[in-house]
């Protein structure tokens, strides 16, 4: 039985989660809860207990001192709760945590039971893969769902990869089969700098997650934070002229994929974007009644990445870059969506998968 001694009754939850490791590249996904958590003051209200989920030699604990005294943090997953107010208030129940070990159900059957007691309306699983993207263009965020009804209510795409998978796709299923809605966000992140942090991609996932959930998320300093991070890749990237040449064949492929998405439609959605930020959306955040202001950030301009063809990478100590070892390739024709498996040394790296589901 769960206790949620002290936690209020809440408005509307909609649950929002990311775990570090294998689904979280760059830690983009893990970095959007936590910026949710701080912007948003949250308070931890559970923990699962590490002793069931972790192994240690994996995930090892750490110590440190608390006025002379030494403590140790266990690696865990943690829920805390946001009340966010506004016109339209809604509560958050946000989830950060590793990737567990070992008993992946029991996992996601917990889990499942707070948002059972708090009545959360919707999960939404952050996460993050290594792409065939340039870190010049607007991250593309991909967003899927196994049930067939939200993927048509809200424009989603209906996932359909088979393969190796993380704890973000084991808990968006066992959702489903609980019948709770789930979505997954999935932000592609460049494999030639796939080290964290990477403010752009926690950017344009929290810019999905605005539009998803219908909140004004407060961006604070991830625009600055990811215009610094783009002129930094800029500049390291200008130094070597493998990776230059590299990153302009992937921006080629990228803008030619991307001419049939410069639609109404698109052009549409920017705009609805921004006169949310310029009138005060729900939620507290930057921008003011004459404009974005600085908190402002859209999938088509300069701080939201994407995809195009690629091969395998090293990295140049050096430089802080993985260079292509082998000339770009071309890409058959796949599902809408960056689903795609990875090569066996990428699976088991903690920079992330190359396909949404794993």
Request: proline fraction near 9%; include cysteine.
């Amino acid at each position: 039985m769960i206790e949620l001694e002290g936690v209020p009754e809440l408005i509307d939850p909609v649950m929002v989660a990311a775990f570090e490791g294998w689904n979280d590249a760059g830690d983009a996904a893990s970095t959007a809860v936590a910026h949710l958590d701080r912007e948003w003051k949250g308070e931890v209200f559970a923990a699962l207990d590490a002793e069931d989920y972790y192994d240690f030699q994996v995930n090892r604990p750490t110590v440190f001192l608390d006025g002379g005294v030494r403590k140790i943090t266990w690696p865990t997953t943690r829920l805390s709760v946001v009340r966010v107010g506004g016109d339209n208030p809604r509560d958050l129940v946000l989830v950060r945590g590793i990737e567990p070990s070992m008993r992946w159900r029991s996992f996601c059957n917990e889990i499942l039971g707070f948002a059972h007691e708090l009545g959360v309306e919707m999960v939404v699983i952050l996460g993050a893969l290594l792409g065939d993207t340039p870190h010049t263009r607007p991250v593309p965020v991909s967003g899927v769902t196994s049930d067939s009804d939200l993927a048509r209510t809200m424009d989603l795409e209906e996932t359909r990869y088979e393969g190796p998978t993380g704890i973000v796709g084991i808990l968006q299923e066992a959702c489903t089969h609980a019948g709770v809605p789930a979505v997954s966000l999935w932000a592609a992140v460049p494999h030639y700098v796939s080290q964290p942090p990477n403010p752009k991609a926690t950017l344009a996932l929290l810019n999905r997650l605005e539009d998803l959930i219908g909140l004004r998320i407060p961006l604070g300093e991830l625009p600055e934070d990811a215009r610094a991070w783009q002129l930094g890749v800029d500049q390291l990237a200008a130094e070597d002229s493998e990776v230059a040449e590299y990153v302009q064949t992937l921006e080629e492929a990228r803008d030619t994929a991307e001419l049939p998405e410069a639609s109404g439609e698109a052009i549409a959605r920017e705009f609805e974007r921004y006169l949310r930020r310029r009138d005060g959306g729900p939620g507290t955040g930057h921008g003011g009644p004459g404009g974005p202001g600085p908190g402002v950030a859209t999938e088509g301009g300069d701080l939201a990445s994407s995809g195009g063809p690629g091969g395998s990478y090293l990295r140049d100590p050096a430089s802080g870059l993985n260079k292509p070892s082998k000339p770009p390739r071309s890409e058959p024709e796949r599902e809408p969506g960056p689903e795609h498996e990875a090569d066996d040394d990428e699976g088991d790296s903690p920079s992330g998968p190359s396909s949404p589901e794993e």
